[in-house]
């Protein structure tokens, strides 16, 4: 951190202090917990949608594939979009000793757990699609209860450096997810119970050693049928910062995973000409490809942009570049270039992902419902996980695997661009 000085002890975990602090103890001990946290929620992730859910729809119908697996992460996609806010609404409603995000945290990553495991059994795309539903909804409630830790406890001049812990987190357990879900091909049920393990396992440790404050005395907010509407909308006329801010997320976040998400095994053995078996091989080349501009970028930009106090170069840089990494494929469609590619964009994604948790942190409309409004902001980030490899499948039946690339393209200077006009946030 820029500075040495440390906020009164009772306001060390408060994400309201506006002043300097440094990153020590209560603090240091959340810093270090949050990101095995992230690493394993999002290797699910990783290693679910993009890999182990490809080749089980595979094994079912190799013929049908494409448009399986479109179907499945459709609807996956749908569920998440309404669970994530709810997850958000509920929690910041929750009165209990263990606060209102740890409960759950730990219900959301048992019972995602459970479901995970149920899935790997099944059969039929109607099994798979019902399981991978079930299975997003409910580790969708354990990462809406996650994001609320940074605004609730965090304070603004320390969330450079959560921001880039807890990106860090996600990367490795990005890049970790297909790394192991490549090397568990065959064997994907014991994948998934190790996913399963791992996330619960990952959540009870961050919520025993950072104990948050017991929420039974907090105020009980008025519900009603209007609030539960409002649970699924900000009003960007009100709210204009958080809407550009969410815009910028949901783009670059899907130009991301339209180009490494669901469809990249197939990518790789279709487009490229590798085969499946050859492919599954590759997936792991590319996310070690990924490994150091990606750590490099997201442990450097988070502290950097806390003592440059400047958020929206980082995450326009970080648009661009990605752009000219997935621009790559269309002049090199071999296995090499696609190692530059996920070289090159682990660099652009790694500077967003250490930016993006803080940017939107500072553009959230109300601290009362710092839950739900981040439930609204997490779609941004769930959404594109399952929706990419709809909008891919969409793309690839109706135009052919070459036209990924120039959508990303797109889609991420629209995501660069969309955050310049935000006015709270330099």
């Given amino acids: 951190m820029s500075t040495t000085t440390s906020p009164p002890v009772e306001r060390l975990l408060d994400g309201e202090y506006d002043g300097p602090v440094s990153v020590r103890g209560p603090l240091r001990r959340l810093l270090l917990w949050l990101a095995p946290a992230y690493m394993a929620i999002f290797a699910v992730w990783g290693a679910v949608p993009g890999i182990l859910l490809a080749l089980q729809v595979e094994h079912i119908d190799p013929v049908n594939k494409v448009g399986n697996l479109a179907l499945v992460t459709t609807l996956g996609a749908i569920f998440s979009m309404i669970a994530q806010p709810i997850a958000g609404l509920v929690s910041d409603r929750t009165r209990s000793r263990l606060g209102r995000r740890a409960p759950w945290m730990l219900v959301g990553s048992a019972l995602g757990g459970a479901l995970l495991v149920v899935l790997g059994f099944q059969s039929t795309v109607a099994g798979v699609a019902i399981g991978w539903i079930a299975v997003s909804v409910a580790y969708n409630f354990a990462q809406a209860s996650l994001g609320a830790i940074m605004p609730d406890r965090i304070p603004r001049l320390a969330r450079g450096s959560f921001s880039a812990v807890s990106g860090l987190g996600t990367l490795i357990g990005l890049l970790g997810g297909q790394f192991f879900g490549a090397s568990m091909s065959g064997s994907i049920p014991v994948a998934y119970l190790v996913l399963a393990l791992l996330g619960f396992t990952m959540f009870l440790l961050l919520a025993l050693f950072n104990r948050d404050r017991p929420s039974v005395q907090m105020k009980r907010e008025p519900f009603s049928f209007a609030v539960f509407v409002s649970t699924f909308w900000v009003d960007p006329r009100r709210h204009p910062d958080f809407f550009w801010a969410f ?17 990249l095994l197939y990518v790789l053995a279709d487009h490229i000409g590798l085969g499946t078996a050859a492919a599954t091989a590759t997936v792991p080349l590319l996310a070690l490809a990924s490994a150091p501009g990606a750590v490099v970028a997201t442990t450097f930009s988070g502290p950097l942009s806390d003592r440059l106090r400047r958020r929206k170069v980082f995450i326009v840089t970080s648009g661009l570049v990605f752009a000219a990494a997935v621009s790559i494929p269309l002049f090199s469609p071999t296995v090499e270039g696609m190692i530059l590619t996920f070289a090159l964009g682990g660099l652009g994604y790694g500077v967003f992902q250490s930016i993006d948790a803080v ?68």
């Avoid at 997320?249 to 998400?261: E, S, T």
């Fill in 247 to 263: 815009t910028g997320r949901l783009l670059l976040n899907l130009a991301y995973y339209v180009v490494a998400g669901g469809y």
């Fill in 359 to 426: 940017l939107m942190s500072e553009v959230l409309p109300s601290a009362s419902s710092f839950g739900k409004d981040l439930g609204i902001v997490n779609i941004a980030i769930t959404l594109p996980q399952s929706l990419a490899p709809a909008l891919a499948g969409a793309i690839v039946l109706t135009a052919g695997y070459a036209w990924l690339f120039p959508i990303a393209i797109v889609l991420s200077v629209f995501g660069a661009l969309a955050v310049i006009p935000i006015r709270s946030v330099r």
